[in-house]
């Protein structure tokens, strides 16, 4: 079998990273838009809800027919370690992964575990979406701490294994480790 040629300015992993509506979702489609071949979008959401369900239908005409998309909403890392080989792969995102965990009170640190694992053998590459919720303010819940805690755990292991951090900010990409590739380079 013949082994797949990826754009060459593609880090293995990239990680997209900004607030809620920052634009991250879109910048982390635009880093595989140009890739030839089959792409696999790991989605994390549920529809438990019209609006949800709603947003859900949107992103996915958004990216096309394109795409093979998978609901993953607690397996990640063993969607990630099964993705089909020569496949690209884009997980959105683990802010919902995480709570999906919390709200089915698993214990989030062996998944993160488990994680890391799949990503250091995935041969790429593989874009990553999260939510960077440190910036606000100090959730007034226990449930809200424990969250934001657990979020801010898994953001730092994943950023230690990107090749490539990305920032997203009002739509904008920046670097925060590695470069920015040609793909969202505005």
């Known amino acids: 079998m013949q082994q797949r040629k990826f754009p060459s300015t593609l880090p293995r992993l990239s ?5 809620a509506a920052s634009g991250k979702s879109d910048i982390a489609e635009r880093l595989l838009a140009r890739i ?10 549920q529809g438990l809800d019209a609006e949800m369900r709603d947003k859900i239908a949107a992103h996915r005409a958004a990216r096309g027919e394109n795409w093979l998309t998978q609901e993953v909403p607690q397996t990640l890392p063993d969607a990630i370690r099964a993705a089909p080989a ?12 995480l709570s999906n965990l ?15 694992q799949a990503i250091r053998a995935a041969p790429g590459p593989l874009v990553l979406v999260s939510n960077e919720v440190g910036a606000g303010i100090v959730p007034d819940t226990a ?12 953001n730092r292991i994943v950023a230690a294994e990107a090749d490539a951090v990305i920032g997203v900010m009002a739509g904008l990409p920046f670097a925060l480790k590695g470069r920015l590739p040609r793909e969202v380079d505005a």
Request: proline content about 6%; aromatic content about 10%; some cysteine.
């Open 15 to 19: 990680f997209v990273l900004g607030g």
């Open 36 to 45: 030839e071949g089959p792409r696999l979008y790991l989605a994390t959401a």
């Open 86 to 97: 020569g496949h690209a792969v884009l997980a959105d995102c683990l802010t919902m992964w």
């Open 102 to 116: 919390i709200l089915a009170e698993r214990d989030p640190d062996p998944q993160f575990a488990a994680l890391a």
């Open 143 to 154: 449930l809200g701490r424990r969250f934001r805690n657990a979020q801010g755990r898994l």
